[in-house]
């Protein structure tokens, strides 16, 4: 069997490891992959991403499954486009995928079908977000309306900081087009958590939970970035927290899906806040996350592949997925700077046996030394008995790598000072 692997970080090395594992799969072609990816067992990188070229690719070799990675190609239809030439590829439609290409659409999705999300208001025009924000509860969250790399919401503790956000997105045109159309929001405190989970359109199957630390600095300090470690499963994630989730959010997003026609057979991850109260959804997205992606299918006993087999075939409704005991932690290491200015070109050095695995993500192969070429370089994970043990090893793991001005958060799996007190300041969820 042959399968081609959409897209060049972290998320696709793991999903490529993971897919190797299957008996049944001869050749993954990764587009355009990265360092790691061409090292990979069964792996051959292909330097392609133009979606006609895939397609000439894909009916070229007779690739028997393409997946897609990351959101763009999602959001631009290339599962469509896939489809029209009978070619078997894994993600939503080009309307699907909308629930993450567009916060606008998302919001007004969650309403319309009763997903349990923070109180919103949708704006196109800067005067009339300027003064909406002038009768705001502070802290706000200001959303881009489009992509944005994971950078384009913004918690804002005053008026100021708002009409920085209002401006630059809207004015400056920081996100190129992504935040000319901007969503304010209730700001919500507590733990958060990400769900992935598959789905077949008829039924949606949950992940084990994560903890993704998304803030440059510890303790949750700074700007965003696309992330720099996580955990799974999630601590706080227990049965209650589930039963919360799968009533008031998985349910009503299938029954959103199914009403609205969405061909959607892919992946749909949740972001959601444990707060005082109760459990809500802070954003979709449509595709797997990323260093989530790299934790979860570390812990992941069932066969990945075969997963995905049974979403295009719609028979999810009789698979059950199988999980490792234990815990998985997985650090991002960066390169410092990031995420602004930073340099790369830097030669990686990796000791033998290292007790972690290792997902590159910003690196090329060049002459056989593999170089930084991106903000987030690579990400190590370690499973342990629990997760106390799978933080250390993941640590320990750090330490056999090196390159000039690596930088990652030191602690990864401990929860926020702040968000620690909002959760313990709860006294219960209010399931409604």
Known sequence: MKVMIIGSGGREHALAWKIAENPKVSRIYCAPGNGGTALEHKCENIDITDIKALISFAKAESIDLTIVGPEEPLTNGIVDEFKKENLNIFGPDKRAAML??????????????????AE????????????????????????????????????????????????????SDIFKGAALEIVIEEYLEGVEASILSITDGSTILPFLSAKDHKQIYENDMGPNTGGMGVIAPNPYVDDEVMKSFNEDILLPTLRGIQSEGMDYKGIIFFGIMICRKGVYLLEYNVRMGDPETQAVL?????????????????????????WKQGSCCAIVAASGGYPAFYEKGYPIRIKENIPGKVFAAGVNLNNGILETSGGRVLCVTACGNDLTSAIEKAYEAVEFID????????DIGKISENCEKAFKEQESYELV
Do not use: Q
Request: with cysteine; glycine share 4%; charged share 30%.
């Open 100 to 117: 993450e290409g567009s916060k606008i659409f998302s919001k007004n999705f969650m309403k319309k079908y009763g997903v349990k999300t």
């Open 120 to 171: 919103y208001e949708c704006f196109k025009d800067v005067k009339e977000a300027l003064n909406y924000i002038n009768f705001c509860e502070y802290p706000v969250v200001i959303k881009a309306d489009g992509l944005a790399a994971g950078k384009g919401v913004v918690i804002c503790s005053t008026r100021e900081e708002a009409v920085k956000a209002i401006e630059d997105f809207m004015i």
């Open 403 to 410: 390159f000039k001005n690596m930088y990652y958060r030191k």
């Open 298 to 322: 570390s812990i992941m006993e069932s066969d990945f592949l075969e997963l995905m087999l049974s979403s295009l075939s719609e028979s999810l409704h009789d698979t059950e997925i199988r």
